[in-house]
């Protein structure tokens, strides 16, 4: 199937559970190609078959995108049928799946401030920023840096007893970055990074409240 088969198929991937037949409709294929589109899905833990129904989850969106990728598509092709919940949906999925405790748009006040995921573990919160950009520049990556050290700064001088790490997530890097030891994963290493995280904390920015 072709990559633009695959881009149609990523507005298909709707949370909770949809037929064949409406998948067909909504990916503009024909049933057959809508049935193949979703057994080769689900064989690639995106969505699970039930029957005459696949069910999908919050970050199976993003994960059909990337497939879609895989397949040929271009990443700006892709990620113009995302929405910027589709990727947190995803970033906190795979926090959940790693036994965080996980709280999306936190909203602070005095001043107002919001975090997109908090995943906290052993003591330590993870504070993630999502940047589903179509193009960035390192001066743009530089003040999303500062921002979220703010905001991290923010959240321990409210949260008593909190140690926290400001980090960036987007969906255009290549590789793991950092910039004043706040780390910059890509969407597609943020499992790996959250393995590693606590083996690699003493390289990585952390607050506390003084």
């Known amino acids: 199937m072709s990559s633009r088969i695959w881009l149609g198929g990523i507005d298909g991937v709707i949370p909770g559970g949809i037929t064949a037949k409406d998948f067909s409709i909504v990916a503009k294929v024909d049933s057959t190609t809508a049935k ?4 080769e899905m689900a064989q690639n833990q995106i969505g699970r078959m039930d029957g005459e129904t ?3 989850t919050d970050g199976d969106k993003i994960k059909a995108a990337l497939y879609a990728v895989l397949k040929g598509a271009t ?4 990620a113009a049928h995302l929405s910027w919940r589709d990727f947190e949906g995803l970033a906190a999925q795979i926090l959940e799946e790693k036994n965080f405790s996980t709280v999306r ?3 602070m006040t005095n001043p107002r401030m919001e975090i997109d995921i908090i995943g906290i573990k052993l003591g330590i919160a993870l504070l993630i920023d999502c940047k589903h950009w179509q193009k960035h520049s390192p001066s743009a990556l530089d003040a999303a840096v500062q921002k979220q050290i703010e905001r991290t700064k923010h959240y321990v001088a409210k949260t008593k007893g909190a140690v926290a790490a400001p980090v960036i997530v987007t969906l255009y890097q290549d590789r793991v970055n950092f910039i004043n030891k706040v780390p910059i994963v890509p ?3 943020l499992s790996s990074f959250i393995d590693e995280f606590y083996g690699n904390l ?5 607050i506390r409240k003084e």
């Open 202 to 206: 003493e390289d990585i920015k952390t």
């Open 187 to 189: 969407i597609f290493q």
């Open 54 to 56: 696949i069910e999908f």
């Open 105 to 107: 748009n936190h909203i």
């Open 36 to 39: 193949k589109m979703l057994t």
């Open 75 to 78: 990443i700006d092709d892709a």
